[in-house]
């Protein structure tokens, strides 16, 4: 049974896939992303929000093992970081065009590969699963990947119908974010001297962002029986479901404004 469940549209998001360079020390990268890098994205006009995503240096898979299924995050694929912007309408963009020259060329000062995903207009979704007064203290953010045969329209009916409302029914979750990408191409952001090599049976259609209220509440929950239940559904539809431990999530605007520094949130 399909359990309705509040939600939020929002009008054009984006997400930037990061993985620093590896010629100098991770935490130099992560630190220059989230100070100078930061500052010229920050700076984009037409932005609804932009919050930046640190993922922890060792990164297993936090997902439980299901049959069928990916849950393993392959080393040469793991990701260091996620730039998530959301826009204030679908012709935002359009504003940010000299920013988004600066980022290009800046790139290389940190990042070796990046890969935009982007959605559909209103394919973003933030769900109301916080209870009054709690607060988010940690979080896991989740890539699916469609399984080769399933259509598209057949994935985003699973996921928004049915695994969303069960994950944001658990009780367990202080966050929900949600979207489904549309097909990747890279001259959606082809940034000069980084790579952008994206195999097709890598790429993924989807992302979840969990949010718990501490780190004990979160490997209680990917230890649990009720998520070992709930993925005994993806092979139908998800080759691979690779569950990310989230470091940081740094927001530099909130609400169209730009923040006078980040906020840990």
């Known amino acids: 049974m399909t359990i309705r469940t509040q939600y939020t549209k929002k009008p054009f998001a984006s997400s930037?896939?990061?993985?620093?360079?590896?010629?100098?020390p991770r935490q130099q990268g992560m630190d220059y992303w989230k100070g100078p890098h930061s500052?010229?994205?920050s700076a984009t006009p037409g932005m609804d929000e932009y919050r930046q995503i640190h993922l922890a240096a060792i990164n297993p898979?936090?997902?439980?093992?299901?049959?069928?299924?990916?849950?393993?995050?392959p080393t040469d694929r793991r990701i260091d970081g996620v730039a998530d912007v959301t826009f204030?309408?679908?012709?935002?963009?359009?504003?940010?065009?000299?920013?988004?020259?600066?980022a290009y060329e800046d790139e290389i000062n940190?990042?070796?590969?990046?890969?935009?995903?982007?959605?559909?207009?209103?394919?973003?979704?933030?769900?109301?699963?916080?209870?009054?007064?709690?607060?988010?203290?940690?979080?896991?953010?989740?890539?699916?990947r469609r399984r080769e045969g399933v259509g598209g329209r057949?994935?985003?009916?699973?996921?928004?119908?049915?695994?969303?409302?069960?994950?944001?029914?658990?009780?367990?979750?202080?966050?929900?974010?949600?979207?489904?990408?549309?097909?990747?191409?890279?001259?959606?952001?082809?940034?000069?001297?980084?790579?952008?090599?994206?195999?097709?049976?890598q790429r993924f259609h989807a992302s979840l962002?969990?949010?718990?209220?501490?780190?004990?509440?979160?490997?209680?929950?990917?230890?649990s029986e009720e998520l070992a239940k709930l993925s005994d559904g993806l092979p139908e539809f998800a080759s691979a479901i690779h569950a990310y431990e989230v470091s940081e999530a740094l927001?530099?605007?909130?609400?169209?404004?730009?923040?006078p520094d980040y906020v840990r949130n």
């Open 110 to 144: 940190v990042f070796r590969r990046t890969l935009l995903y982007a959605g559909p207009p209103n394919s973003m979704r933030w769900y109301h699963v916080a209870r009054p007064g709690e607060q988010t203290g940690a979080r896991v953010l989740v890539y699916l």
């Open 16 to 24: 930037i896939l990061l993985w620093m360079r590896t010629d100098q």
């Open 154 to 201: 057949q994935f985003r009916k699973h996921l928004t119908d049915e695994l969303v409302p069960a994950l944001a029914n658990t009780g367990a979750l202080t966050e929900l974010r949600t979207q489904v990408f549309m097909p990747w191409n890279e001259r959606l952001w082809d940034t000069p001297n980084v790579a952008h090599d994206n195999p097709a049976d």
């Open 61 to 73: 898979g936090l997902w439980p093992a299901t049959p069928g299924v990916e849950t393993t995050i």
């Open 251 to 259: 927001t530099y605007v909130r609400e169209s404004r730009v923040l």
């Open 88 to 102: 204030q309408s679908v012709l935002s963009p359009l504003r940010g065009r000299k920013q988004t020259r600066l």
């Open 209 to 223: 962002m969990l949010g718990f209220p501490g780190a004990s509440e979160r490997a209680a929950f990917f230890d």
């Open 39 to 41: 500052k010229i994205i």
